[in-house]
């Protein structure tokens, strides 16, 4: 798939901070779909660990196809931190930072793998610090599902929407109305 | 604000389908903040009727300012109907419908007041066949809030992030580190 890997280049992995069962379960798996739909390779979440949505997620991608992981972290301060020390970049999305038009060209052209941070209701001050950009997508008060969407949007210029998923078991076919799903067969092999 | 009318020139209406409390509460209020944050003039929903998600959401505009109606209707299909009757366009979001990067210039260049739909689990056939564009934002699974957000920012191309909110009683000052917010006196002058 190297046509994938240049129409999308930065590799990118997403960190949800302190995901709560309850209340987040829903907003998370969001997040999670759009950041493996829009190009994203992998994600990672600290606060509570929660089975269904990883069961959920690697449904979607048994099923879909691409490559995408994700794990959990208890510890996401060290994870931040040895991220950066792979001299790797962070990003963190956040209502309060510099608006990504006046920032976005600058992260573009670094081409570092990057991590692009989420919260959490109140992301603690040291990721204001650790990240090399505090990037704002509208500083009205939001969806960090929608902030997370526009950025990656800008970030991959739109060719995000052009990614193909390997090996997935069903594909849609973009109809004017209604549905239209086939089955793909090249699945099936893996099991012979 | 003349500007911000040229600037975000299509009105846009949010129908938001079959809201359940329990379970969509956080992701449709993320939806409606969505939609207010990036440009849009109203929302509409249906499903069961949730007082606080109304609250939320006034109480937002309140603080944060801009003009934003939320509505709850009981008859969607009645909605739609209507909302067509007065020579109004619809947009179906949709991942099985046309990718939105074949579709948007189309949309763009129709000046009618647009209502831009999203499920909803299950949507009836027949929006597919009451909409005047069915747009997928990637034809994979991911969010509505995602697909929303991209598609605003494709419609607006961008200048949807420079929208003033008229009234704020606050206001964010973007900063490359840490918070900061700024509290508006106008707003007080009202009460005079």
Redesign the interface.
């Known amino acids: 798939m190297t046509e994938q890997r240049d129409s999308v280049r930065t590799r990118t992995t997403l960190l949800r901070l302190g995901h709560r069962i309850a ?2 379960k ?2 998370t798996t ?2 999670f ?2 950041a ?3 190009g994203m390779e992998a994600a990672v979440y600290s606060g509570t660990r929660d089975r269904n949505i990883e069961e959920t997620i690697m449904e ?1 991608c048994k099923s ?1 196809g ?1 490559i995408f992981s994700l794990q959990y972290t208890d510890d996401y301060r060290k994870f931040v931190k040895e991220w950066r020390n792979q001299n790797r970049t962070v990003v963190h999305l ?8 006046e920032q976005i060209e600058e992260v573009r052209n670094n081409h570092a793998d990057k991590l692009i941070i989420v919260g959490g209701e109140k992301v603690p ?1 040291e990721i ?2 650790l ?1 090399d950009w ?1 990037t ?8 960090e ?2 902030a ?3 950025f990656l ?1 800008e970030l991959f210029e ?1 060719r ?2 052009e ?1 193909e ?1 390997v090996g997935a078991k069903q ?2 076919v ?8 086939v089955q793909l067969k090249h699945e099936d092999s893996r099991d012979v």
């Open positions: 209340r987040d829903r907003v969001h997040l779909l759009a493996r739909a829009l979607v879909w691409g956040t209502m309060y930072g510099i608006p990504i038009r001050r204001y610090d990240a505090n704002s997508v509208s500083s009205q008060p939001h969806s599902v929608s997370l969407s526009i949007h739109g995000e929407l990614k998923f594909k849609i973009p109809q004017k109305r209604g549905k239209k799903v």
